[in-house]
């Protein structure tokens, strides 16, 4: 991957081809080995007036031969690309398939950037001037109400994650923030502040799926839809594509939410971290945040399952198309060794990685299994 940053004075096209470049280097292949691109971008019209990524990377990359195709899936995007990858593998379409995402986020004025998010919700929730940011805060309002939570809890996600990404060189963010930080930045849509909610980025990932043996192995990548208007839900604190994608995704590996080592979470804003970690399994309804403060998602401690290990989408960064691959990126290096000691998890066996379009409405669940 690239490292992910506010603003990156390379263009898109550049900073897929690097990504692409790299993943390449790490799995030792040429490119004229790869048979399928799957490039994965959320609004490349909109944020940088252009179009034709996968044609244009193809040609970058001195590609002849190999198919290629554009994935988007709004915030889920990244994971799409994958799965489009996987499925092409399985079914013997590709041996060698290059799944790379990306998004330059900065060439945007932020009141157009803040628009173009802002259409990924139902028409009619859009219509009524409802956010992103305005259902994570009403989420967050109602489980800190229902569940005994506190709001330094909250604050703790935050904490942890930017501790994370400090000792990530690819990450956005490289400070510590404490508790009194988070609840001292600004509102945004209370009770969230603006240390709650992930940044807008700039930035590339890709990764190398292929038939022949690896030391990392994809033992199941799974998507799901949830309803589309939060309104419609039965209960606002439910994700539940993250919650059929899990499902599909531990019945996939033949495993369960005890095995998992390692978990990249779709934390644009804090509470999503305790949503989904309660959908998928790791704790049970209204308990996530117990783990929270108990230090049970550090990525010390006996027993502990770490949880977003490269800083999140809070602090790593979110480059809509990138995010996802980013995601699996951060569990290959996890599973193989290849992080410094201070932010490695031991030596993990499975990881998963869950990537979530808008507030839920679709969502791609993937796990990997270390095999060396």
Same mark, same amino acid.
């Given at each position: @991957? $690239? ?27 040429? *490119? #004229? ?8 971008? @959320? *609004? ?5 007036? $252009? ?8 040609? %970058?990359?001195?590609? %002849? ?12 995007? =990244?994971? %799409? ?23 330059? @986020? ?11 998010? %802002? ?27 229902? !569940? ?39 509102? /945004? ?20 799926? $292929? ?33 059929? *994608? ?19 979470? !779709? ?9 989904? @970690?309660?959908?998928?399994?790791? *704790? ?12 049970? $998602? ?8 770490? /949880?977003?290990?490269?800083? =999140? ?31 490695? /998890? ?16 679709? #969502? ?9």
């Amino acid at each position: @991957m $690239t490292t992910f940053t506010g603003t990156d004075d390379r263009s898109l096209a550049e900073l897929l081809e690097i990504a692409a470049e790299r993943a390449l280097a790490d799995a030792d292949l040429e *490119a #004229s080995t790869v048979d399928s691109v799957h490039v994965g971008n @959320m *609004a490349a019209e909109a944020f940088n007036e $252009t179009s034709g990524l996968a044609n244009a990377l193809t040609a %970058s990359l001195g590609l %002849s031969q190999a198919s290629a195709r554009r994935i988007e899936n709004t915030s889920a995007t =990244g994971a %799409s690309a994958v799965l489009d990858a996987v499925d092409a593998v399985r079914a013997g379409r590709s041996t060698v398939a290059l799944a790379v995402g990306g998004e330059k @986020m900065s060439a945007a004025e932020t009141t157009v950037a803040t628009e173009i998010i %802002s259409r990924i919700t139902h028409a009619q929730e859009y219509d009524q001037g409802i956010t992103l940011p305005s259902f994570a805060g009403l989420a967050a309002a109602q489980y800190l109400d229902a !569940h005994g939570a506190t709001r330094r809890d909250l604050a703790q996600v935050a904490v942890k994650n930017h501790a994370n990404a400090r000792r990530n060189r690819y990450a956005q963010f490289d400070s510590d923030v404490t508790v009194t930080d988070v609840l001292e930045s600004p509102k /945004v849509a209370t009770p969230l502040r603006l240390y709650d909610c992930c940044p807008t980025s700039d930035g590339a990932a890709a990764v190398i799926v $292929t038939a022949a043996n690896a030391e990392v192995t994809v033992e199941a990548c799974e998507s799901a839809i949830g309803v589309h208007a939060v309104a419609d839900r039965r209960d606002p604190l439910r994700i539940e594509s993250v919650a059929a *994608a899990g499902r599909a995704a531990y019945e996939a590996a033949d495993t369960g939410p005890d095995a998992i080592d390692v978990a990249c979470i !779709h934390d644009a804003f804090t509470i999503l971290e305790w949503l989904e @970690m309660e959908e998928l399994g790791f *704790a049970e309804r209204g308990e996530a945040w117990r783990l929270t403060r108990n230090g049970r $998602t550090e990525i010390e401690g006996d027993g502990n399952l770490a /949880v977003n290990p490269g800083g =999140g989408l809070k602090a790593r960064g979110h480059p809509l198309g990138a995010t996802g691959i980013s995601q699996l990126v951060e569990l290959v290096w996890q599973l193989r060794g290849d992080v410094p000691a201070d932010r490695a /998890v031991g030596s993990p066996r499975y990881g998963l990685a869950i990537n979530v379009a808008g507030f839920g409405n679709n #969502s791609v669940c993937t796990i990997v299994e270390a095999t060396g």
